[in-house]
């Protein structure tokens, strides 16, 4: 509309003279209805606005502000009709439907107050090549990209934080550096409070979504919820204004008697027989050509005679005489296609004169039809030539096998290949009884088809009724556009024509694609008395109505609205009579009616007597149908609904209106309801469902006290209506479209006419909506589907979305949950071109819809969450220990075996240093081989003995003295790949009194992510020197690596691949044991970097405790495939074998990447005994080798030998992993015991090992909803909500824990959740800072218990919550073992709603609700979820996840996601020891770094 040149905006329009507004509304008809064209339109339009343009011109600067870049809301004089008509006509975009004028004006007038209120929703982000769908954008010079029209900015020009927008949409050109946008420069970044620099982009959009947020939203619901002991949603109260019904109960309506003709026949094959003998020339049914020409009439002889031959065929020409393939009573499905009425009715008549029962279907080929057929027992299928020909066939000709369908013979009816029954044979015609004649197929709610048995006696009673009602005579002409093979145009096409011996013009779907004014010229041509149509035909009627002036609807006194149940069928009809009134339509001949697969014609209205008044209007309050009460409308036009009655009952029969849910009760007066008819003229049962059946079928309704009133068995028809004045029927929507949310009703139809009265024409496909509802989180919640156009902006679309979701909440009170729009042609079809919900549905719930555009709304909609928790003022600990002790509970505290009651005949107890345990070894046992190092191959490149290792140790020893001119206690920064080179220096050190940092080297393909650590650590420690190779060198001072980091800064760089032949002339040796061995970095996955000082006699603490759990001595062989970096890793590698004198077979895990099979083939090789891993190696083994264990097997790969296979790990045990591989090499010997893990952190690198004696590791099931609480409640397995745990392994000798609440530092009980205090001689001495803050030292290492511990240890905190359980098995001690279970790191907690969430547990819900989701990780920003997700599926299947992973967060941790962020696989960092570093990614999310696919807001 923007294109019309002067175009007074709303505002002004609004203040232009009524009679102008009054001459520019009928303009806008004009137009509407085609009698002007565009251009005559807008010079008769600027001609009458000429003279007031002036003055509005002041208005319109002020105001065109705010509308320049959306569509302007048109004012009500203006509605959305008029775009409509002067569209180029596309093929399926004339479903009109569902408009409505009236409508319409109440959609602008709520948008309109919406627009005051303004929203400013931030608009998602998507990256440029997901959804390349217009050819507009592909051309668009890249520098426009950068700055699109803003959408937002408000009328006032201060731009205030809600309308702030961020620069850039679409991520800019490649070329520019990542993360830095053209035109922005360092200045543009602000700071956020957690001081990371970040670009305005992400975070204004966040701002934005908070603004939105923050606005109140109407007066909130209460949030109910009962706490039974957890917080269970409940649903909220009734609003105690809500209107309730007050009437008095109704009761039943009768229809008029039905006549007595004395010549109706006994059965309908009666009169079939009757005119096909009598009357044998008379014309019966004409088919129409694709031009909407008539091609052939069959005669009532022909029908007959071609029956009575494909009755003969089927009875005895299919199989032998003894062995008939078919006998009466047998089910038959009709396979015809839609624009062959006459194959379809002769094979129908045929199998009703062989007692065979027709079971007509739709599209061969769908999966819920097979159902419906094997339900049937259907054996045989009848089709034409044409379409057996059109059928798929496999490679030998046969037909395909359906997915789902039983196999089935197919028989052509054509008649060429039917026999002609002998003269003495004739049709078995009884009267009409209570046998099944058909079945009609109906698809449910859920999308399953089922099949409605009809009898013959009710197929014939039907049928009277409805020429009664309709006063059918011989001879009529009826044009019917339905569909012929159910519903109405099968009664009215098929049966009542033979019945009445009239004539049917068949108007096929086709042809009125081609050409939709064919039905019109049919019935202007062949002077019908009646047409049978739905509400789309008289709109493609209207549309096409210029194409022809000349044609006549005065011979129609019926024109039968087959879809006036339909509450959008008013405005359709008036539309159509005021366009063809002129063209002779009589206004008393429009007859809306309304049916049920069920109930059949349920009502219909009888043809009007000229010059009498048309029956009234109902004008119903919106919200008073929500509450399912009937009140006229009053209060506020916009949310009013205007229906027209459906007429009278049918004769004979009776109706009555129930309650939708629960028993059957009968409704008051002005109580909306489930319309219910009782006659004999409706189906008998869904066949083969006899429990269905009986609740559709067999209704008794009952009084308010539940006693059932009469004995007469009602129907349900599965539509909502009401008997108004007079006895007429209204029905105001269907079963199966009916939304319950919050307890209120609304109608999916009504949704759809509200969606699509906002201006939509650029956006959305008018006639391709869906909607439908999903439960999620206790409540429906409802989802918008639309097919967008495909020239449509994202801006447009967007712009659309918003309004929609403005205007449904304005007037139906309800917010919508999900608005998705899919690209053109891709929402799933029924066969006559409708939107198929269910499907559309199913679609949606499995993430395979593939949207190009989605909105989710949670936030507003979802109403029933549970109060936030309020933290009670704390108990003081004192009094939780009196507490505890009163129960009997014990104190939460374990210990592993007591190490002065360790009898060990070791020599290695009288050295106090590694250094010097080293050079004993090198004396006693000079030969004895500490380290063997593998490469891919499973080679062994380098070995070092106790002799070699010690040479080695004192050559760089030397080195350091003379190159580095180093002093005692100097600190050394070791750089090098995993091996025996590492371990070297690293007594190189000891040897010569410096101080090792371990530091893991940068990797050479990603030098700017990897070196800024390696120089961090560097600072740090404030090195004097690094320790490395000749090849790491030259790329420390490259020029690569100049571009990450300063590498003129570096500490003295040396060597150590060509050392000189020279030694100390003595080693170094430590004064005290307290003193200093070696610094400890590591980034926490809180992206932290901590270094902790670890003594002498820690480190020998720590080597004696892992050599008495594991049982070491020097005989033994263990595998380490870790990295040797940091914590219990590096102590493994480095410092355990020189302390125990067992042999080490070392693996670099960035050799499995080259071959996976090397760890597991060197464990069976060495028939090692005990092997330690990374998680990050043990998901390698299990995603890379799941469907390689028979090449193992084949390899001869046994791991029985395996006695215990050890995961290092600082987290809590991650059990599907390690049962997944359990469970994948079970197969090739690995005994299920033999999984388990450490639990180490910071403070402490080694606090539980499962070693080899004592119980297994034990698992329980917690209730998540108690831990949110810091709570432990155990559960059973398989109870909602729960999660599994596992016990880290056994603590070690000499360690004990106590469990602390981290708030009052005071102890908790047994099975209580706290944070994990140890103390053990192998903790480290503290923090090594640059700082050296010493409330942080004091705090984590030496702190003691806030009450209740006399002797006053000192303990570590280690920054974990766990928990600690006495269990029935017997430690070592004889005691009963305690078990220490880890939930997960405390830094990494959030806190959302008062409650600790770990994320650990959400990103596992997150990650199973889709296959094609890799890695989860998620965080909180400002109190928003975000959750980021890795797609490894193709990138149209990015918008799928918004809504599953809004679900499901939504479902199991009743938190609400603020952010969706889809990204490429890899994309979430994880570290070396396989954890998600989430600190980063959010750091790298609000600068802006990721790149993602795209970016949802949750509103």
């Known amino acids: 509309m923007a294109e019309r040149g002067l175009e007074p905006a709303p505002a002004a329009v609004a203040a232009l003279p009524p009679e102008v507004r009054a001459q520019l509304a009928e303009l806008e008809l004009e137009l509407s209805e085609g009698d002007i064209t565009q251009k005559g339109y807008e010079k008769k339009r600027s001609k009458l606005l000429s003279p007031y343009i002036p003055q509005t011109q002041e208005t319109e600067s002020a105001v065109q502000k705010e509308h320049r870049n959306q569509t302007p809301a048109p004012s009500a004089a203006q509605t959305s009709a008029p775009s409509k008509y002067h569209r180029t006509r596309s093929g399926g975009a004339r479903d009109e439907r569902y408009r409505s004028d009236i409508h319409t004006e109440a959609v602008q007038a709520a948008l309109a107050k919406h627009k005051e209120q303004k929203m400013a929703l931030p608009m998602p982000t998507k990256r440029r090549s997901t959804f390349v769908q217009s050819p507009a954008d592909a051309c668009t010079p890249p520098e426009n990209l950068s700055a699109p029209p803003d959408v937002t900015t408000t009328t006032s020009s201060s731009s205030s934080s809600s309308s702030m927008r961020p620069a850039n949409i679409d991520l800019p050109p490649s070329g520019i550096v990542k993360g830095m946008h053209k035109g922005s420069n360092r200045s543009s970044l602000m700071d956020t409070a957690d001081g990371v620099p970040v670009s305005s982009r992400v975070s204004t959009k966040i701002q934005q979504l908070l603004n939105t947020l923050k606005r109140p939203k109407r007066p909130p619901l209460k949030e109910f919820f009962v706490d039974d002991s957890e917080e269970i949603v409940e649903v909220p109260q009734p609003d105690p204004n809500q209107p309730k019904p007050e009437g008095r109960q109704m009761t039943p309506v009768k229809g008029e008697p039905l006549g007595v003709i004395c010549n109706w026949p006994p059965a309908l094959e009666s009169a079939l027989q009757r005119w096909g003998t009598t009357q044998a020339k008379c014309p019966c049914l004409t088919a129409l050509d694709v031009t909407g020409k008539p091609v052939y009439t069959l005669t009532y002889g022909k029908l007959w005679s071609r029956s009575l031959k494909l009755a003969y065929t089927l009875l005895n020409k299919l199989g032998t005489k003894n062995e008939p393939v078919l006998k009466p009573g047998d089910r038959v499905a009709l396979v015809y296609p839609n624009n062959d009425p006459v194959m379809f009715m002769v094979a129908f008549y045929g199998c009703l004169l062989a007692e065979v029962i027709p079971v007509p279907i739709e599209d061969a080929g769908g999966q819920q039809i097979g159902f419906l057929l094997g339900s049937c027992g259907i054996a045989l299928a009848l089709t034409s030539e044409v379409c057996l020909k059109g059928l798929p066939k496999t490679q030998n000709g046969e037909i395909v096998q359906f997915k789902g369908w039983p196999r089935l013979k197919w028989v052509v009816t054509d008649s060429k290949y039917l026999s002609k029954p002998p003269k003495d044979w004739q049709p078995h015609i009884s009267p009409a009884g209570t046998e099944p004649a058909y079945i009609e197929y109906k698809t449910s709610k859920e999308g399953s088809v089922m099949g409605v048995t009809v009898s013959r006696l009710a197929m014939l009673s039907h049928c009277q009724a409805l020429s009664q009602a309709c006063n059918y005579s011989e001879g009529e002409t009826v044009v019917n556009v339905l569909d012929f093979k159910k519903d ?79 509450p959008w069928s008013v405005s359709s009809c008036d539309a159509f009579l005021s366009l063809f009134q002129s063209h002779g339509l009589k206004p008393e001949a429009i007859c809306p009616c309304a049916t049920s697969a069920e109930a059949m014609t349920v009502a219909i209205r009888r043809p009007g007597v000229p010059g009498a008044p048309l029956p ?161 989180f206790y409540d429906e919640r409802i989802v918008v589907v639309a097919e967008q156009r495909p020239d449509a902006s994202e801006e447009d679309s967007f712009q659309w979305m918003s309004r929609v979701l403005q205007a449904i909440d304005s007037i139906h009170q309800v917010g919508v949950y999900c608005l998705a729009l899919v690209p053109a042609n891709t929402l799933p079809k029924t066969p006559l071109g409708g939107i198929h919900i269910s499907q559309t549905k199913q679609l949606f719930l499995e993430g395979s819809l593939h949207p190009c555009n989605i909105l989710m709304c949670p936030h507003t909609c979802v109403t029933n969450l549970p109060k936030p928790r309020q933290k009670q003022p704390g108990v003081g600990p004192a009094s939780v220990m009196v507490g505890n002790l009163v129960a009997g509970k014990r104190i939460a505290q374990a210990a592993g075996r007591d190490l002065g009651q360790i009898e060990e005949n070791d020599l290695v107890r009288k050295h106090q240093f590694l250094a010097e345990i080293l050079q004993w070894r090198a004396q006693a046992t000079p030969d004895h081989v500490l380290f063997m190092l593998l490469n891919a191959k499973g080679t062994t490149v380098c070995t070092a003995s106790c002799l070699q290792l010690h040479k080695r140790a004192e050559r760089i020893a030397s080195v350091l003295g003379d190159k580095g001119h180093l002093n005692a206690g100097d600190n050394v920064v070791l750089l090098y790949p995993p091996g025996i080179e590492l371990i070297a220096a690293f007594y190189g050190c000891l040897y010569a009194g410096c101080i090792p940092v371990t530091v893991r080297p940068p990797h050479a393909q990603n030098l700017t992510a990897t070196l800024p650590t390696v120089r961090m650590i560097v600072d740090v420690s404030k090195a004097a020197c690094i320790l490395t190779t000749q090849t790491l060198m030259r790329l420390l001072r490259s020029r690569e690596a100049a571009a990450a980091v300063d590498v003129k800064t570096w500490p003295t760089i040396i060597d150590t691949d060509d050392l000189p032949r020279k030694r100390l002339p003595q080693l170094y040796k430590p004064p005290t044991p307290e003193m200093l061995a070696y610094l400890d970095f ?106 390689q264990v028979e090449v193992l097997k084949t390899r001869g790969i046994n791991l029985s030998c395996i006695r215990t296979c050890v995961v290092v790990a600082e987290e809590r045990p991650r059990i599907a992993l390690q049962q997944s591989f359990s469970k994948l090499f079970k197969d090739i010997g690995l005994s299920p015991r033999a999984v388990s893990t450490t639990f180490g952190s910071r403070v402490n690198v080694a606090i539980c090992l499962q070693g080899t004696s004592g119980p297994d590791p034990t698992t329980v099931y917690v209730d998540l909803k108690s831990l949110r609480h810091d709570r432990v409640r155990l559960v059973e397995r398989g109870a909602p909500q729960s999660l599994l745990l596992s016990e880290s392994g056994k603590i070690l000798p000499g360690v004990k824990v106590v469990i602390v609440n981290p708030e009052t530092k005071g102890p908790v009980g047994d099975s209580h959740l706290g944070e994990i205090w140890v103390n053990s001689p192998h903790t480290a001495s503290g923090y090594y800072t640059i700082y050296d803050s010493e409330t942080l030292q004091a705090d984590h290492f030496n702190t003691r218990l806030s009450f209740g511990d006399a002797a006053q240890t000192l303990w570590a905190r280690t920054g974990y919550l766990g928990f600690v359980r006495r269990t029935e098995l017997t430690a070592a001690t004889g005691e009963r073992h305690d078990a220490l279970y880890v939930v997960g790191a405390l830094d990494e907690t959030l806190e959302l709603r008062g409650l600790r969430y770990h994320p650990i547990d959400i990103e596992t819900s997150v990650s199973r609700i889709h296959r094609s989701i890799a890695e989860c990780a998620v965080f909180t920003w400002t109190n928003l979820l975000v959750v980021v997700v890795e797609l490894c599926g193709s990138e149209q299947e990015a918008l799928d996840l918004v809504p599953l992973v809004t679900n499901v967060v939504l479902e199991e941790h009743y938190l609400i996601v603020g952010v969706v962020v889809v990204v490429d696989p890899g994309v979430i960092p994880i570290n070396s020891r396989g954890e998600k570093q989430r600190m980063h990614l959010r750091d790298s999310f609000l600068a802006d770094q990721l790149d993602p696919i795209y970016v949802a807001y949750n509103m």
């Not at 269907?734 to 699509?756: C, W």
């Open 1082 to 1187: 590591s980034v926490s996955t809180t992206g932290m970097l901590t270094g902790v000082k670890m003594s002498h006699s820690a480190v020998n603490a720590l080597c004696r405790a892992v050599k008495l759990q594991c049982e070491l001595y020097s005989s033994r062989q263990i595998a380490i495939c870790l990295d040797p970096y940091c914590g219990l890793g590096f102590a493994l590698w480095c410092l355990c074998s020189v302390y125990s004198g067992h042999q080490s077979i070392l693996i670099p895990p960035m050799e499995l990447e080259n071959n996976l099979f090397l760890w597991l083939s060197t464990v069976n090789q060495y028939k090692i005994r005990d092997t330690f891993c990374s998680y990050s190696v043990m998901e390698l083994c299990t995603k890379g080798l799941g469907n």
């Open 488 to 566: 109405a145009g099968l009664w009215h096409g098929m049966f009542a024509n033979v019945m009445n011996k009239m004539h049917t013009i068949s108007v096929p779907y086709s042809v009125m694609k081609t050409c939709p004014l064919s039905w019109v010229q049919r019935v202007h041509a062949h002077k019908a008395k009646v047409a049978l149509v739905k509400c789309r035909d008289l709109h493609w009627a209207m549309m096409a109505h210029r194409d022809q002036r000349d044609v006549s609807l005065s011979s129609l006194r019926m024109l039968i609205v087959t879809d006036g149940a339909n």
């Open 616 to 776: 009234g209007r109902a004008i119903l309050s919106m919200n008073g149908l929500s509450y399912g009460v009937i009140r006229v409308n009053t209060e506020d036009k916009n949310s009013a609904l205007t229906v027209q009655d459906v007429g009278h009952v049918m004769p004979g029969g009776m109706m009555c209106i129930v309650r939708p849910d629960g028993p059957p009760q009968l409704c008051k007066t002005d109580e909306i309801g489930e319309i219910c008819v009782s006659s004999r003229t409706g189906g008998m049962m869904y066949f083969g469902l006899a429990g269905v059946t009986k609740n559709t079928f067999e209704v008794i309704p009952v009084n308010s006290a539940g006693s059932p009133v009469g004995d007469v068995p009602f129907i349900r028809s599965g539509l909502l209506g009401f008997v108004g004045p007079g006895s007429l029927v209204f029905v105001v929507g269907k079963m199966d479209g009916l939304l319950m949310v919050s307890g209120r009703r609304h109608n999916a139809d009504d949704i759809v006419a509200t969606g699509l009265a906002v201006e939509s024409i650029k956006t959305v496909y008018r006639g391709r909506i869906a909607v439908f509802s999903v439960s999620v």
